[in-house]
């Protein structure tokens, strides 16, 4: 219970800093509307998945 209550903490911690982040570069006027729309991709989008996928692979494989 304790490892899937801090993941959900976890998660809720990534929520947050990700709204704050928007919120704040939209303010302040850099935030890219087209790459956030989804209208063209973010030049390191292909980078930040790869990385992202290898540290869910590891992350499963020390739950196990």
Same mark, same amino acid.
């Given at each position: ?7 959900? &903490? ?7 800093a990700a709204a704050a982040t928007t919120l =704040?570069? *939209?303010?302040?006027?850099? $935030?890219? &509307?087209?790459?956030?729309n989804g209208e063209v991709e973010a030049p390191?989008?292909?980078? =930040?998945? *790869?990385?992202?996928?290898? $540290?869910? &692979? ?7």
């Open positions: 219970i304790s490892s899937i209550a801090d993941m959900a &903490r976890t998660a809720t911690n990534v929520v947050g =704040v570069a *939209a303010t302040e006027g850099q $935030l890219d &509307r087209a790459v956030y390191a989008a292909e980078a =930040v998945w *790869a990385l992202f996928k290898v $540290l869910l &692979r590891q992350n499963l494989r020390h739950m196990k």
